[in-house]
């Protein structure tokens, strides 16, 4: 045998280690996974909130923009003894100064919209232009809103008082030109976005359609009382007006016919005064 082979020699060679004994390892089992976040959808819908906000931004802006347009036409007629009340029937100081106040608070309509509901403005407010048919449809409440408002105003003429602050505006005719664009052209858009594209769906989800329209059409009169000196007689036909402009968002779910029929009343409204004042050059009787 050879001595240097461990198969001859088999003390030599390597000691066997022993088996280790046969272990049993329990996996653990894995971690629970963590509770679901519970993540609140965001409400598309115009709400409350959205009618206090844009109320309060509202008169802030009146105020603000108020107090610049008066410091600056102040600093226009520097020198000069300036009377409130010339100035506060002043069509080219007044409305200006509307349209842009109007403009902020378009913007700010625009930007709540956005953070509160993640939604573009005239979405939220459900604007929905009208087809062709819907269209004329409008066009034709408008001319009957118009016809039922001369009746009522008949009717109650003798409680009407014989003078109203708003025809304090029609001085001379460039003023009455103004006013009757304006009347015609941004008034009602900008009425209807608020009170029909804020404050009637919010107040429907939480008074019901019927109550909503009441106190949508209460508002909407109460917003002109200033310019008819507050007389229940001049007003009631306002009030017929805004009840049939909400009943009208109601059923079509659309601003933009809301602001058609609104654009309808207030054009032959002043198309009347045109025609009965010569083209807004006899302004006695107005």
């Given at each position: ?270 198309a009347q005064a045109f025609v009965a004042t010569h083209g807004f050059r006899d302004l006695q009787g107005i």
């Amino acid at each position: 045998m050879n001595p240097s082979d461990p198969i001859s020699e088999p003390e030599a060679s390597s000691p066997v280690e022993p088996a280790l004994p046969l272990q049993i390892i329990v996996a653990e089992p894995p971690p629970p996974p963590p509770p679901p976040v519970f993540i609140e959808p965001v409400k598309k819908e115009i709400d409350l909130v959205d009618v206090l906000l844009i109320s309060l931004i509202s008169v802030g802006s009146f105020v603000f923009v108020g107090v610049i347009a008066a410091i600056v036409y102040a600093s226009a007629h520097h020198g000069r003894q300036l009377d409130p009340k010339q100035i506060a029937t002043n069509v080219f100081f007044v409305l200006p100064t509307e349209f842009v106040s109007y403009m902020a608070i378009l913007g700010c309509m625009a930007i709540l919209v956005w953070i509160r509901h993640q939604t573009p403005l005239f979405q939220a407010i459900h604007w929905n232009m009208p087809n062709r048919n819907s269209a004329l449809r409008a066009l034709l409440i408008g001319v009957g809103v118009t016809f039922a408002s001369e009746i009522g105003q008949f009717a109650l003429n003798r409680w009407i008082p014989k003078t109203l602050p708003i025809t304090e505006l029609f001085k001379d005719r460039p003023s009455a030109l103004f006013l009757a664009a304006f009347a015609v052209l941004v008034a009602p858009f900008m009425e209807e976005i608020f009170f029909r594209g804020f404050l009637y769906p919010a107040l429907a989800r939480w008074t019901g359609p019927a109550v909503a329209v009441l106190i949508t059409a209460s508002a909407f009169t109460v917003i002109h009382g200033a310019q008819l000196g507050y007389s229940w007689a001049a007003l009631m036909p306002i009030f017929i007006v805004g009840a049939t402009l909400t009943v009208t968002r109601a059923i079509t779910k659309s601003v933009a016919t809301c602001v058609l029929i609104h654009m309808t009343y207030n054009f032959l409204l002043m198309a009347q005064a045109f025609v009965a004042t010569h083209g807004f050059r006899d302004l006695q009787g107005i």
